[in-house]
């Protein structure tokens, strides 16, 4: 049984401050890695995607992946309230395969 | 970015009725379109996955002849729900891409609600 594990919070943060959201997985073969953002009662957005080891920055979002210790990280810097959501992390199987996600982890930036 | 709108946004209807829900890629050909299920505080299902023309793969667990699927155009898929019932009140999702390595878009969900 392929799985995504992540931390289902919730993880409060100062606003300001940096959030750090950890993903693992257990196919050692998966070669695509997403984060999507969750508000509540809407669905998931894209917001950051990782293909290789090493880290991925766009804007305020750092992705990091190491695919030796099947671990993938989203840091959030100068949360923002607006930044409080859900956040998913999704693995793909294969390049034919569907997205497998975590549960999700809940994050609230208290001003 | 792409862009997969969905309607109706929220439906209420009675036991026993059907519903259908639709999917479109607004700028883009989707080849594969994706069908979630999301309740309250739980990870999104997937469903099934469907390709233009040809039949949907169902999740193991989903009832092929309840969620009915139909995915005739490039650019649109609908999901029935035949004879629906209060437990399959939920979020349900389309997810769309268009070639097997790219993202994966979301649409923005139908909250179905059976009375």
């Known amino acids: 049984q392929k799985e995504v594990e992540q931390n289902s919070g919730p993880l409060s943060v100062p606003e300001g401050a940096i959030a750090s959201l950890n993903c693992t997985y257990s196919?050692?073969?998966?070669?695509?890695f997403f984060w999507y953002r969750q508000y509540s009662g809407k669905s998931p957005e894209l917001i950051m995607s990782?293909?290789?080891?090493g880290d991925k920055e766009d804007g305020r979002f750092t992705a990091q992946l190491n695919k030796a210790s099947q671990y993938v990280s989203l840091l959030i810097r100068d949360s923002q309230p607006s930044d409080s959501a859900t956040y998913l992390c999704a693995v793909k199987q294969g390049s034919q395969g569907n997205l497998i996600f975590g549960k999700g982890t809940k994050l609230s930036v208290k001003p | 970015g792409a862009v997969v709108s969905q309607h109706p946004s929220r439906v209420i209807c009675k036991s026993g009725t059907s519903v259908k829900i639709e999917c479109r890629s607004l700028d883009f050909q989707a080849t594969t379109m994706f069908w979630y299920r999301q309740f309250p505080k739980q990870s999104l299902m997937l469903m099934a996955t469907s390709n233009e023309g040809s039949k949907a793969t169902y999740e193991q667990g989903v009832e092929k002849d309840k969620f009915l699927i139909n995915h005739a155009s490039l650019t649109l898929s609908t999901l029935t729900v035949t004879s629906a019932h209060p437990e399959d009140s939920s979020f349900y999702i389309c997810s769309a891409r268009v070639l097997a390595d790219v993202e994966q878009y979301f649409g923005p969900g139908t909250r179905l609600t059976v009375t």
């Open positions: 196919d050692r073969g998966s070669q695509s």
């Open positions: 990782i293909y290789s080891n």
